[in-house]
Every structure is written in C-alpha cells, then in structure tokens.
C-alpha cells in the first residue's frame, strides 16, 4: 500500500540552526501539506502547497520556515533559525486532489530543539 | 471562528461499549469532516468522513452522525475492541477549495478495556 514516508524519525537540533525536514509523497499526488503537533496538543495546519508552490499557509509558517519540492519526488520544510518552541512532531500529508479527498499522513518526524 | 471543538478529553470504555465522542464548529465554510484515528509513534489515519449533505454515515463499527443547524457532529464506535484504543481527533476543512487544509479537534484518548 502506497504510504507517505518521512525521514529522519526524529531529529535533534541546537537553537539557532537549521533544519530540514524531508517527506516522500504518495507518487500520484499532487497536493502535499505539513503539519504539526506539540506534544500533547492538537494537530495544527502549517501549508499546503502545489504546484511548486504555496497555497495556503498558517499564521504559524512565518518567515523562519519554507518549503520545497526539489525534484520530482521529495518534499522538504526547512527551518532556518530553531527555536525551542519549534519542538514538536511534524507531520507531512498528501492527497491526489484538492476537493473532499483523503489526505494521507506520514509517520511523522519529532524535532527536539535543545 | 476556526476552531473545532471536541469532547470528552479522555473516555474509557469495556470492551463490546458504545464510544461516543463529541465534536463542535463554527466556521460554517467547513463542509467536510474527516476523523483521524492515531495510534502512539504514528501519523493520523483517515477513519471516515462526511459532507453536510447527509446526516449519518456508516463504515462498519463507524458510524458518524451530522447536525449541519446545530454545527455538530460525532463519532460512535460500536462494538468498541481494546485494538481501537487510540486518540482520535476531529476534523473541519473547505472540501471544496483545499480538503487537505484540515482544522483539528483536541483529540480524544480512548480506551478500551478489556
């Protein structure tokens, strides 16, 4: 069964650097998202993006993060200066189309900011 | 107005019971509503999902019910096993512009005891 994979499983990083997250989508899918979860709290939207790029982003995806999809199939969130507030699990989805369908979650990553 | 509202925080359950969890909107642009279901060390699942056209649907022990005036909506689990303890979260998004951009519940720990 076709899964959305994500590397590393979990990433420790010192504050102040940069980070990228990196997520394989489903190959047939053309919208791709992250997400993320602080531990112990809700699911929360960061972008959605399509099209090489953005189409809709939270008032959590400031200037600190970007996305990109570097070839035809990785799809990457960087975070330029790590905060310790940054700590949470991060969440890469993907879905064949933009209107009432599935998205497909991966297993996540889980950032430590230190 | 983006919220989604979901209750019990936490529900336990005897095996064979009827879980019962409790989920409030107010934006109303939301018109699909997926529930996640994730287990500990994993992404969000898909569960089952609903437009506002019908009031209930059904996907074996699933059911979710829909109250469009009254912006409500559930999930019961019949028949309830101690393999579906899990948190399950809630969801809200604008099926018909990015289905994908999801608002979450605060999610519901259930267990099912034995």
């Known amino acids: 069964e076709p899964e959305v994979t994500q590397t590393p499983s979990h990433q420790v990083t010192q504050m102040g650097q940069e980070v990228i997250l990196r997520c394989v989508p489903i190959?047939?899918?053309?919208?791709f998202y992250w997400y993320r979860q602080i531990l112990g709290q809700k699911v929360e939207f960061l972008v959605s993006?399509?099209?090489?790029?953005?189409?809709?982003k939270s008032e959590i995806f400031d200037d600190q993060f970007s996305v990109e999809r570097p070839d035809g199939s990785n799809f990457t969130l960087k975070i330029r200066s790590t905060k310790l507030e940054d700590s949470a699990m991060y969440f890469c989805?993907?879905?064949?189309?933009?209107?009432?369908?599935?998205?497909?979650f991966g297993q996540g990553t889980r950032l430590t900011v230190v | 107005q983006q919220q989604v509202k979901q209750s019990p925080q936490s529900l336990i359950v005897q095996k064979g019971g009827i879980s019962i969890i409790n989920c409030a909107y107010e934006?109303?642009?939301?018109?699909?509503f997926p529930w996640y279901q994730q287990f500990p060390g994993k992404g969000p699942a898909l569960l089952i999902a609903?437009?506002?056209?019908?009031s209930e649907k059904k996907e074996g022990r699933f059911t979710i019910s829909f109250n469009k005036s009254a912006k409500q909506f559930s999930l019961h689990i019949m028949d309830s096993q101690p393999g579906d303890s899990a948190t399950y979260f809630c969801?809200?998004?604008?099926?018909?512009?990015?289905?994908?951009?999801?608002?979450f519940g605060d999610g519901t720990t259930l267990t099912v005891k034995p």
């Open positions: 989805a993907s879905s064949e189309g933009r209107t009432y369908t599935e998205a497909f």
């Open positions: 190959s047939n899918h053309l919208y």
């Open positions: 993006f399509y099209n090489n790029e953005i189409s809709e």
């Open positions: 934006n109303t642009a939301f018109d699909y």
């Open positions: 609903i437009r506002p056209d019908v």
């Open positions: 969801a809200a998004s604008e099926g018909n512009t990015n289905a994908g951009k999801s608002t």
